[in-house]
């Protein structure tokens, strides 16, 4: 991609960014916010704050972009005739946003068919913005505005680790991240995809999750390989299409968690 391809696609990523925290913010903790439940068995909601930022960012796309396809988690598939799919989370943790906790996030990010090339986290309440891509990783926000560094831990028994739900995913998925967890300094639960804001921020050192879909993960990837560290699924293999995720602050702490993963002494 070109400079000012590149350029512009970062304005764009921007732009989709500053419209769905208008939304976002609109409801979230307002009296009367209520949810769809997706899902038969178990609860995954869905509220209006989803659907009108994914919406608004949608039609951005439509009107700057046009040639270019559209994932998001709410509305579906738009096939792409430029080569590039913009990707789209509007809200990351709805379960949090639901119970006014303000670590959920927006997650946007540009796919050229093979790789996540460009990723935003938006946390709309806090007011950072973690953005990643080509090589350069920066956070904007109320107290910082600077370069993104993952750290250098590369030991398990120095490492802060994280995932969204103790059970994990599966009771042998759980059983993995616990191996894993049990060998680290200090374990953390919650955060959705401000985890991974914090992992390129140097801030924790690992996150393991399972279960994902694309559209949770591709803004991770890109946000935090732009910041040093290393995005893999459990088998050290891409995970931009969803699945079991494993982020590292550093090459030899990501083989460690793998080892430990797989049940290997």
Known sequence: MDNHLIQSCRDLADALADAARVETLRYFRKP????????????????????????????????????????????????????????????????????GTPTWGTLISLHDGQNPVLGVIDQPYIGERFIGGWGEARMTGPHWDRALSVSKVTELSDA????????????????????????????????????????????????IEAGLQSYDIQAPIAVVEAAGGIVTNWLGGPVDQGGQAVAAATPQLHAEALRVLRGQK
């Open 32 to 99: 009367g916010l209520a949810a769809d439940n997706k899902e038969t068995d178990g609860f995954d909601p869905v509220t209006q704050g989803d659907r009108a930022a994914e919406e608004v960012m949608r039609a951005i796309i439509e009107t700057r972009r046009p040639k270019d396809g559209i994932l998001g988690e709410e509305f579906g598939t738009k096939p792409t005739k430029s080569g590039l799919t913009w990707v789209l989370d509007p809200i990351d943790g709805t379960r949090g946003y639901l119970s």
């Open 160 to 207: 802060i680790i994280l995932t969204t739900f103790p059970e994990v995913g599966t009771r042998e998925e759980a059983a993995g991240f616990h191996r894993v967890a049990s060998q680290c300094k200090l374990t953390r639960y919650g955060m959705d995809c401000y985890g991974y804001a914090l992992l390129a921020g140097g801030h924790v050192d690992l996150v």
